[in-house]
């Protein structure tokens, strides 16, 4: 009998032992897998918002729709202008580059030449797989969220704006309830936003908030 008694204490102290030990390991996992999941949302965050940044530049507004977006990196161009000729050494000297070159536009020295480049080998690669932008990583076809508008401000002057968010609850889906509600709490505290995005509908800017 008092060998069978030790035999279970030795039994409860091998499981009170990996009790604890999962106890101080599983926050840790739980850290390490949220930080892999938002470093490929960031990372996706960023694509989008450099080619909101082309779209805008070309169309002067946000794109309103992934549809739109993707459909613009696929197919999409920029127009850019290739000086052919110089400039005359001398022209440099004595006056400078801007007149020296409106000089020798004037008088044909140097020609302006329109020529197109993709917005998909621009700011990305010729391989880059546009139509899964919208698709948030390690989620089952969870797409992110994308608002775009006018906002008018203060000083009346009106300001094209966009939002592209997904939340934890999404990203985070699968792990461990608790600990992702403890991570919305403090991420709410800092950041004032259970999830990670860009841009604001509220103002002109388009600094992610993990930034």
């Known amino acids: 009998m008092r060998r069978v008694i030790q035999v279970l204490f030795v039994l409860v102290i091998i499981v009170l032992g990996y009790l604890i030990v999962e106890s101080i390991m599983e926050p840790i996992r ?4 949220v930080e892999v999941r938002e470093r490929a949302t960031i990372d996706k965050l960023i694509d989008i918002r450099e080619a909101q940044k082309a779209y805008k530049d070309i169309y002067k507004k946000y794109a309103g729709s992934f549809d739109t977006l993707i ?3 696929d197919t999409g161009s920029f127009t850019l202008i290739k000086a052919i000729g110089e400039i005359p050494e001398e022209w440099l000297d004595e006056m400078g580059f801007e007149k020296a070159r409106e000089r020798a536009l004037k008088e044909g020295k140097i020609m302006r030449e329109p020529f197109q480049v993709p917005v998909k080998d621009s700011l990305f690669s010729a391989a880059y797989e546009a139509s899964s932008m919208n698709l948030v990583p390690y989620t089952e076809g969870v797409k992110f969220s994308m608002e775009s508008g006018e906002l008018l401000t203060t000083s009346n002057l009106t300001v094209q704006v966009v939002e592209v968010a997904v939340l934890y609850d999404d990203l985070l889906n699968g792990m461990d309830p608790q600990l992702v509600v403890n991570y919305k709490d403090e991420r709410m505290k800092i950041v004032g936003f259970e999830g990670v ?3 604001s509908m509220e103002e ?3 600094t992610g908030n993990w930034e």
């Open 30 to 33: 739980f850290n390490q897998e």
């Open 71 to 73: 459909a613009f990196v």
């Open 197 to 199: 995005k860009f841009g």
């Open 204 to 206: 002109g800017t388009l």
